[in-house]
């Protein structure tokens, strides 16, 4: 892993750090950085929220560490590790003793140091949050905020969001992650589009069919059904991560790859997105969702979207964009899918699929591209010769997990793979028809592909299913 730029020491407060995202991502995520040398020399993690820990906040992280990191725990390790943990309660309401933890820590590492503010907290709370943090001084004086998507829940929401933010802290000093965008397989599509004259050349409406961006799920709520009562599969992932990486897929190329120019071409493009219309879209619940904790006996709530997207330009006028995701599917998966136009003289026999090109958006980047060829024999028949490439394996190298990344770009200062207010707006925007009209779910069973219904906004092609894999 190439070294890393000297990073200026660093409070890190993570507001939600006993939560689930806290547990699971962000501190094992710092205490890898930690243990690859990509963390300052000098920082502090204040661990904060609303009800302090039963025990030691230290006990709390170690079992978290246990359970995802584990490789990397060792005593030596977590000592130093340790010894930079806090926690102080705090709300909306009342920040004081935060503030003062954090100054104390500042006054500790030096003038050069910052603030990290983590803000892993429901969409109803951002707003009230960013008014605690000007209030008590905590979004001032080198500081950085990063949000968690998603960031509002409608357009009038996100640009109320935007106007509390923007009053008190400048758009450089803001990071909306949105960890999708910090995979190794989701930077890969830029690197194998604008890095390789083989593809560029047929990334149009010319040679592509349609573009399926497919993540489902096998897991449900996992005790998370206020907040999928307060988000839904819509607000919670199609807005975000779907349409992300949707940017990343359509785009025209940046002048350069740095922040201001990619964030200039996603936002572009998604000015090219056509309004959502609720007959482009299929919603679903999965049958006993109303039964789990804290989900409404009556609601009305979608745990599965399929959508087709139209982008109105000349790139990509008349492909469609085929988006799903839902809990509790067949499957978990996380595929981007180009299917190319067949051949004009399509001479061979044999009913097969289109040629795809496909990304498997995981931490260990897997690229394919399915190739037609000739059965050996005396037929014509052709099938199926798919070439993958497993981009660690083949380069030995390994990356870090999204939120690894990620955290480290704040840390630089470096917003290549955040989100901007405009994209953020203009995203809301084309979501509004879908808001305000939504289709009434439809029941699927747990471990299935959703309803029936919504694999016809994907004919002729069919959605890409395992088996095609």
Same mark, same amino acid.
Not at 346 to 371: C, K, M, Q, Y
């Given at each position: 892993?190439?070294?890393?730029?000297?990073?200026?020491?660093?409070?890190?407060?993570?507001?939600?750090?006993?939560?689930?995202?806290?547990?699971?991502?962000?501190?094992?995520?710092?205490?890898?950085?930690?243990?690859?040398?990509?963390?300052?020399?000098?920082?502090?993690?204040?661990?904060?929220?609303?009800?302090?820990?039963?025990?030691?906040?230290?006990?709390?992280?170690?079992?978290?560490?246990?359970?995802?990191?584990?490789?990397?725990?060792?005593?030596?390790?977590?000592?130093?590790?340790?010894?930079?943990?806090?926690?102080?309660?705090?709300?909306?309401?009342?920040?004081?003793?935060?503030?003062?933890?954090?100054?104390?820590?500042?006054?500790?590492?030096?003038?050069?140091?910052?603030?990290?503010?983590?803000?892993?907290?429901?969409?109803?709370?951002?707003?009230?949050?960013?008014?605690?943090?000007?209030? &008590?001084? $905590? +979004?001032?004086?080198?500081?950085?905020?990063? !949000? #968690?998507? =998603?960031?509002?829940? @409608?357009?009038?929401?996100?640009?109320?969001?935007?106007?509390?933010?923007?009053?008190?802290?400048?758009?450089?000093?803001?990071?909306?992650?949105?960890?999708?965008?910090?995979?190794?397989?989701?930077?890969?599509?830029?690197?194998?589009?604008?890095?390789?004259?083989?593809?560029?050349?047929?990334?149009?409406?010319?040679?592509?069919?349609?573009?399926?961006?497919?993540?489902?799920?096998?897991?449900?709520?996992?005790?998370?059904?206020?907040?999928?009562?307060?988000?839904?599969?819509?607000?919670?992932?199609?807005? &975000?991560? $779907? +349409?992300?990486?949707?940017?990343?897929?359509? !785009? #025209?190329? =940046?002048?350069?790859? @740095?922040?201001?120019?990619?964030?200039?071409?996603?936002?572009?493009?998604?000015?090219?997105?056509?309004?959502?219309?609720?007959?482009?879209?299929?919603?679903?619940?999965?049958?006993?969702?109303?039964?789990?904790?804290?989900?409404?006996?009556?609601?009305?709530?979608?745990?599965?979207?399929?959508?087709?997207?139209?982008?109105?330009?000349?790139?990509?006028?008349?492909?469609?964009?085929?988006?799903?995701?839902?809990?509790?599917?067949?499957?978990?998966?996380?595929?981007?899918?180009?299917?190319?136009?067949?051949?004009?003289?399509?001479?061979?026999?044999?009913?097969?699929?289109?040629? #795809?090109?496909?990304?498997?958006?995981?931490?260990?980047?897997?690229?394919?591209?399915?190739?037609?060829?000739?059965?050996?024999?005396?037929?014509?028949?052709?099938?199926?010769?798919?070439?993958?490439?497993?981009?660690?394996?083949?380069?030995?190298?390994?990356?870090?997990?999204?939120?690894?990344?990620?955290?480290?770009?704040?840390?630089?200062?470096?917003?290549?793979?955040?989100?901007?207010?405009?994209?953020?707006?203009?995203?809301?925007?084309?979501?509004?028809?879908?808001?305000?009209?939504?289709?009434?779910?439809?029941?699927?069973?747990?471990?299935?592909?959703?309803?029936?219904?919504?694999?016809?906004?994907?004919?002729?092609?069919?959605?890409?299913?395992?088996?095609?894999?």
């Amino acid at each position: 892993m190439p070294p890393s730029p000297a990073l200026d020491p660093h409070v890190l407060v993570l507001f939600g750090a006993r939560g689930d995202l806290a547990k699971r991502k962000l501190l094992p995520g710092l205490f890898r950085l930690a243990q690859v040398g990509l963390m300052p020399e000098e920082f502090r993690i204040i661990g904060s929220g609303r009800h302090a820990p039963d025990g030691e906040f230290t006990g709390e992280v170690r079992k978290a560490l246990e359970e995802h990191a584990k490789d990397d725990l060792t005593d030596e390790a977590w000592k130093a590790f340790a010894e930079r943990l806090s926690f102080v309660v705090s709300s909306a309401d009342d920040g004081a003793d935060l503030a003062k933890a954090v100054q104390d820590a500042r006054k500790e590492l030096g003038e050069e140091s910052r603030t990290l503010l983590y803000l892993s907290v429901p969409p109803s709370a951002m707003k009230p949050m960013v008014g605690m943090l000007a209030e &008590t001084g $905590l +979004s001032t004086d080198r500081a950085r905020i990063v !949000m #968690e998507k =998603p960031f509002g829940s @409608d357009l009038e929401s996100a640009k109320a969001l935007n106007a509390a933010l923007h009053e008190h802290v400048e758009e450089d000093a803001i990071f909306r992650i949105d960890h999708f965008l910090g995979k190794e397989a989701a930077q890969d599509i830029l690197a194998l589009r604008f890095a390789n004259g083989l593809f560029e050349p047929i990334w149009n409406r010319e040679h592509v069919a349609a573009v399926q961006i497919d993540i489902p799920e096998e897991l449900g709520l996992e005790g998370r059904g206020s907040f999928y009562e307060e988000t839904g599969a819509f607000r919670d992932m199609v807005v &975000t991560h $779907l +349409s992300q990486i949707l940017g990343f897929v359509a !785009m #025209e190329a =940046p002048e350069s790859l @740095d922040a201001g120019h990619l964030r200039d071409a996603k936002t572009a493009v998604f000015a090219d997105v056509q309004p959502f219309q609720p007959g482009d879209a299929g919603d679903g619940q999965f049958a006993g969702y109303r039964e789990e904790d804290g989900v409404d006996p009556d609601s009305t709530v979608e745990t599965f979207v399929a959508l087709k997207v139209a982008v109105d330009n000349d790139r990509w006028r008349g492909v469609p964009f085929l988006l799903r995701t839902g809990k509790a599917m067949a499957e978990t998966r996380r595929v981007v899918t180009i299917t190319l136009k067949r051949p004009e003289a399509d001479i061979f026999d044999g009913s097969h699929r289109p040629n #795809e090109l496909t990304f498997e958006l995981l931490d260990d980047p897997h690229i394919a591209v399915d190739l037609l060829v000739k059965v050996p024999g005396p037929t014509s028949e052709v099938t199926r010769a798919p070439l993958t490439l497993d981009v660690e394996r083949v380069l030995n190298e390994h990356g870090l997990e999204a939120y690894e990344r990620l955290f480290h770009d704040i840390m630089l200062g470096d917003h290549l793979l955040f989100t901007r207010a405009d994209e953020v707006e203009r995203l809301w925007a084309c979501a509004t028809p879908l808001l305000e009209d939504p289709p009434k779910p439809l029941t699927y069973d747990k471990g299935s592909w959703g309803p029936e219904a919504a694999a016809k906004l994907a004919e002729p092609i069919g959605w890409r299913l395992p088996e095609d894999a």
